[in-house]
């Protein structure tokens, strides 16, 4: 290559830079935008809102606790020859069955020796009575017209005599108390916790023999949601008012310790405190009869067993409620208003786990979306594919979802002047996605 080629070509392919660079600057590369879409982007399930009365269900827990328990002890000594076939863990029994008796010998004996000594202290009341009676006539034998001294006529033996038999007379009865009380008897009906005895043990006064408790009712205590008690009707009473006047309300009790079993009872009382660890009021539930025929064909309630609970709350007039599945974050749901979704910020009043009372929010006839909803942003448009469980042919705005009602709103969008959009976006995320959805549409 020559001298001279090589200095001018540096010039040339420089003068050729800059000439493609002004090509570029001249002619920037433009985008196409086309209209976003006005056809429906989700289909939603919605429910229509109205207001009703509401019965409130109050749910609680608890263990079940006996009416009455307590722990089986002799009032005398000896030892056990007998037991009743009644007499053992998980046993039943009625008031006043003999559970377990003691040898009566001995107590036989002191029986006889207070009835002797009964029988002496009344011989001797006899012989000193007679005295009185002799020594009253002598008295008079004598000429003496005024009365005799007490102490001419015994009367302080007469009187040692008289305590002397009522002595013998106390003595004999707690020998035959002392023998009754031998035979362990129930106080009530009900049945054995635990036994801690047999036959042939030889048990003192205080030894325990058993711990029982009582069946005719079982009590379940039952804690309170503070947010709760406005909607319960609590058994309170004040001092004066009779107990029996007071409202008390069913209680449904459940357990699955081995399949689903119900009883049914009511609230018969209100603690006087609120519970110091929890801060929580607590009522008391009663369950007749826990005993008796099991109509559920499962297992009988046991003492101890962790349970559930409904109670019957008040009856809330015309509110709106809502599925719990319809609330974000337990503050805000999703609308249909025209054919456009819409977030609404919500206070709730009530809740328990499956609907919730809306204090404010919402109104009556508002469609309400059940669609489980992603990441969505509220101005989309979207079609309803079902109304309160029935399924429907339209758009959210009533118009039918056919190419019709999309040709309609984009007529409507043009009238307004604002050709390629029929809605302005809510903020710049919504816009740019709404971009890129057209973009696509027009490359493909």
């Known amino acids: 290559m020559s001298p001279k080629i090589k200095k001018i070509l540096p010039v040339i392919v420089l003068s050729s830079l800059v000439f493609a660079a002004y090509i570029v600057s001249s002619n920037p590369p433009s985008t196409k935008r086309g209209r976003p879409s006005t056809a429906p982007q989700l289909n939603v399930q919605v429910q229509k809102l109205t207001r009703a009365d509401l ?13 009455t328990q307590s722990i089986l002890l002799p009032q005398v000594s000896g030892q056990i020859i007998k037991i009743s076939p009644k007499f053992r863990e998980g046993g039943f029994f009625e008031q006043g069955d003999v559970l377990v008796q003691l040898d009566q010998r001995d107590l036989l004996a002191e029986v006889k020796i207070s009835q002797a000594s009964l029988f002496s202290a009344k011989q001797s009341l006899s012989e000193e009575q007679a005295r009185v009676e002799q020594a009253k006539q002598d008295w008079q034998r004598l000429g003496n017209s005024e009365d005799a001294p007490d102490l001419v006529l015994r009367k302080p033996q007469l009187l040692a005599a008289q305590a002397t038999v009522y002595s013998a007379e106390a003595g004999l009865a707690k020998a035959e108390l002392a023998l009754e009380r031998s035979n362990i008897v129930a106080p009530y009906t009900g049945r054995v916790l635990s036994k801690s005895v047999d036959v042939g043990q030889v048990v003192s006064v205080g030894t325990e023999l058993a711990e029982i408790y009582a069946v005719d009712y079982v009590e379940i205590r039952l804690p309170l949601k503070n947010k709760d008690l406005p909607y319960m009707v609590l058994p309170e009473n004040s001092r004066f008012q009779d107990e029996s006047v007071n409202q008390q309300p069913a209680v449904t009790i459940h357990s699955d310790l081995s399949v689903r079993q119900s009883w049914y009872g009511k609230v ?46 008040k009856v809330i007039e015309k509110v709106l409620t809502i599925p719990n599945k319809a609330i974000y974050q337990g503050s805000y749901v999703y609308v249909v208003e025209g054919n456009i979704l819409k977030r609404k910020n919500i206070t ?27 990441q969505v942003t509220s101005g989309t448009i979207v079609s309803i594919s079902s109304m309160d469980g029935k399924a429907v042919n339209m758009q959210a705005s009533g118009q039918k979802g056919s190419k019709k009602g999309i040709k309609k709103g984009e ?12 809605r302005k976006p809510l903020n710049a995320d919504q816009e740019k996605s709404s971009q890129t959805t057209s973009s696509k549409g027009v490359e493909s």
Request: hydrophobic letters at 35%; proline letters at 4%.
């Open 55 to 67: 019965a409130v269900t109050i749910s609680s827990y608890g263990t079940i606790k006996p009416r």
């Open 411 to 422: 007529n409507k969008a043009r009238k307004n002047g604002k050709q390629g959009e029929s």
């Open 348 to 374: 709730i009043a009530w809740q328990n786990d499956d609907v919730a009372v809306i204090q404010d929010g919402l109104e009556a006839q508002q469609l309400l979306v059940l669609t489980p909803l992603g």
């Open 268 to 313: 018969v009382r209100t603690e006087g405190a609120f519970d110091q660890d929890s801060q929580q009021l607590f009522v008391v539930a009663q369950i007749d009869d826990p005993y008796g025929k099991n109509e559920n064909g499962g297992l009988p309630l046991k003492i101890g067993q962790y349970v559930s609970a409904e109670i019957k709350g």
